[in-house]
C-alpha cells in the first residue's frame, strides 16, 4: 500500500510559479513510476507530467513542455512538479499518482494509488 500527499498548491497570478510536492508513504518509493494529473471543473482527469521510477525517463503533455518540470527524490520518497509560466486554463485540482513497475506512463489506468489533490488558481 502507498499513500500520497500533495501539497505546494495555491492562488497565483498569470506568469507565476508554484512547485507542487508529493509525499510517499508505505511500500519503497522507488519501485513505482510517478505522475502528476489534473482535473478541472467540468473536464476528464488529463495527464501532465510522469517520471521513472530513476528519474532518467519524463514525459510531459504538450502544453506543459517547456513550462512544467517533474523531478523526483527518492532519498526524501518524494515527487515535484514545478510550472511555470501558469495561465488561467492551469487552473485545477493537481493529483500525484504512483504506478507500479518503476515506468512512466501518461495512461491514469496504469497508476494504482493517487493522492487527494492540491488546488492550483490561476488568475487573470
Known amino acids: 500500500q502507498v499513500q500520497l500527499v500533495e501539497s505546494g498548491g495555491g492562488l497565483v497570478q498569470a506568469g507565476g510559479s508554484l512547485r507542487l510536492s508529493c509525499l510517499s508513504s508505505g511500500r519503497t518509493f522507488s519501485l513505482y513510476g510517478m505522475g502528476w494529473f489534473r482535473q478541472a471543473p467540468g473536464n476528464e482527469r488529463e495527464f501532465v507530467a510522469a517520471?521513472?521510477?530513476?528519474?532518467?525517463?519524463?514525459y510531459y503533455t504538450d502544453s506543459g513542455k517547456g513550462r512544467a518540470t517533474i523531478s523526483r527524490d527518492n532519498a526524501k520518497n518524494t515527487v515535484y512538479l514545478q510550472m511555470n509560466s501558469l495561465k488561467p486554463d492551469d487552473t485545477a485540482v493537481y493529483y500525484c499518482?504512483?504506478?507500479?513497475?518503476?515506468?512512466?506512463?501518461?495512461?491514469?489506468?496504469?497508476?494504482?494509488?493517487w493522492g487527494q489533490g492540491t488546488q492550483v488558481t490561476v488568475s487573470s
Open positions: 499518482a504512483a504506478a507500479p513497475g518503476m515506468v512512466a506512463s501518461t495512461t491514469s489506468g496504469d497508476y494504482d494509488y
Open positions: 517520471i521513472s521510477w530513476s528519474g532518467a525517463a519524463t
